[in-house]
């Protein structure tokens, strides 16, 4: 686990390696960078509250939808399943007249958050439901009480994560404020990091740049710690203390659809046009997620079995962009338009990246299963072997399933890393974005259908996961 520890941080490691303290001083004065900050401040906070907002008005309806679930939840999970570059372009295609900037951006990231908000909103909503909405019937409470009395202060905590979650996500995004920011105006610091080591080769002001966004990154990842340790999901059932009513289960339905629209406008519009590369970036991109995956479930095996220490999943994750960045510094002197070796670091750092958010993702589930099985297992003085053929495997075998699943799925959809690092369109993320670069829309849409294919497959995986 040590090995896990060290490569995660080992791109952190190479930035502080090239960091020259000069820099910090010059960018607090530089009045351009202050203004990247405070847009990168400003979209992340709404992108959370527009994600959040949406999230809770779907709650209600989701926390009493029974069966429906089965049909809404892969719809809410599909954005989180697929490449930024993806839901980009899906929007784009069904939104003509879109209004890039500040609310572009905006826009973006609470398209592809909400309707993960929704769900685990919705299910802590069924939970005070299933807890409390007898008592207050029993002494006539209004629903304004007791949504201000009960419901509120219940549902706060979770609110507050999923907001932080969300702001997270935003201010370390790449790809959404790259294609939908519109210019200067609109410049997020993962913006400003990338045009720094791409277009102007500044290597020592993107490190300090990238040090900075790191440093924010670090702080909110404290406050969502602190935040979830209040966390409660809700209940595997839905709520039936009351008869059901009908309008809110039909708001979060048309939610969910609205969500989803934009994905089969895009389906519908692709057309194959001149691709002749694309089965060949097709087969570099699913080898290397397949690779990725393979690597990433036996670190969650491993971690698993050697005693699923809760401090891994205390590590913060690095955002794609600095990720990349750190390995191009590290690997800098590597002939990177070398396809082989390319492609190992291309690996590394999609494992890099995606290890920390799959343990998340999957490590509370294993580390429920171990505390219950493994101090008899070491008092038995079973090998680690043994332990794993007949026991954590026949209990969580459908937990590293997922992982897997759920890694390949992000490693098809990686865009920031690999823009950093790649010289060229090699990965599907990569060639899509070319496309758009041309404006061939309908040939980028082609090309993304791979991506849709194995989004919803993973969104149906997801799906039964937490029915499970």
């Not at 202060?153 to 959404?176: E, G």
């Amino acid at each position: 686990m040590i090995f896990l520890l060290l490569l995660t941080l080992f791109p952190l490691l190479a930035l502080l390696g090239h960091f020259q303290i000069p820099l910090l001083s010059e960018l607090i004065e530089n009045s351009e960078f202050i203004k990247v900050l405070l847009f990168t401040l400003v979209q992340g906070i709404l992108s959370g509250a527009l994600a959040v907002v949406i999230g809770l008005v779907a709650a209600p309806g989701y926390s009493q939808m029974g069966a429906l679930k089965k049909i809404v939840r892969p719809l809410f999970i599909f954005p989180q399943m697929v490449s930024p570059v993806f839901v980009i372009l899906g929007l784009l295609i069904s939104w003509k007249n879109f209004p890039y900037g500040l609310w572009g951006v905006v826009i973006g990231h609470g398209f592809v958050n909400a309707g993960l908000c929704a769900i685990v909103l919705g299910e802590r909503w069924a939970t005070v439901n299933d807890q409390w909405s007898t008592l207050g019937k029993l002494y006539g409470a209004s629903s304004g009480f007791y949504f201000r009395k009960v419901m509120w202060p219940q549902i706060l905590p979770t609110i507050k994560t999923m907001f932080a979650l969300v702001f997270s996500f935003a201010v370390s995004s790449l790809a959404i404020p790259l294609v939908l920011g519109g210019g200067p105006r609109a410049t997020t610091l993962e913006v400003l990091i990338y045009e720094k080591i791409k277009t102007q080769g500044n290597v020592s002001m993107a490190v300090a740049i990238a040090l900075i966004q790191f440093l924010l990154q670090f702080i909110v990842f404290l406050l969502f710690l602190k935040f979830f340790k209040k966390l409660k999901m809700g209940s595997k059932k839905s709520f039936r203390g009351n008869r059901p009513v009908i309008w809110p289960t039909m708001l979060t339905l048309f939610i969910s659809i609205i969500l989803f629209i934009p994905f089969v406008e895009l389906g519908l519009s692709a057309r194959p046009g001149d691709q002749t590369d694309l089965p060949g970036v097709i087969l570099f991109s699913t080898v290397l997620a397949l690779m990725t995956s393979l690597i990433v479930t036996l670190f969650v095996i491993l971690w698993n079995t050697a005693g699923s220490k809760e401090n891994m999943l205390k590590i913060p994750a690095l955002s794609s962009v600095v990720i990349g960045l750190g390995f191009i510094l590290i690997f800098s002197p590597s002939p990177l338009s070398n396809k082989p070796v390319l492609f190992l670091v291309l690996l590394l750092a999609h494992v890099t990246a995606l290890t920390p958010l799959v343990l998340r993702f999957v490590g509370g589930p294993l580390m429920e299963v171990h505390r219950r099985f493994f101090p008899v297992l070491k008092l038995w003085g079973y090998s680690k072997v043994f332990n794993f053929k007949k026991v954590f495997w026949p209990l969580n075998h459908g937990t590293y399933i997922l992982g897997f699943v759920l890694v390949f799925c992000w490693s098809m959809g990686e865009f920031s890393t690999s823009v950093m690092i790649a010289p060229s369109a090699l990965t599907l993320p990569l060639h899509i974005s070319s496309l758009m670069s041309q404006y061939r829309l309908e040939q980028a849409a082609f090309a993304s259908l791979f991506l849709f294919i194995t989004g919803f497959a993973a969104s149906l995986v997801g799906d039964s996961f937490i029915d499970g």
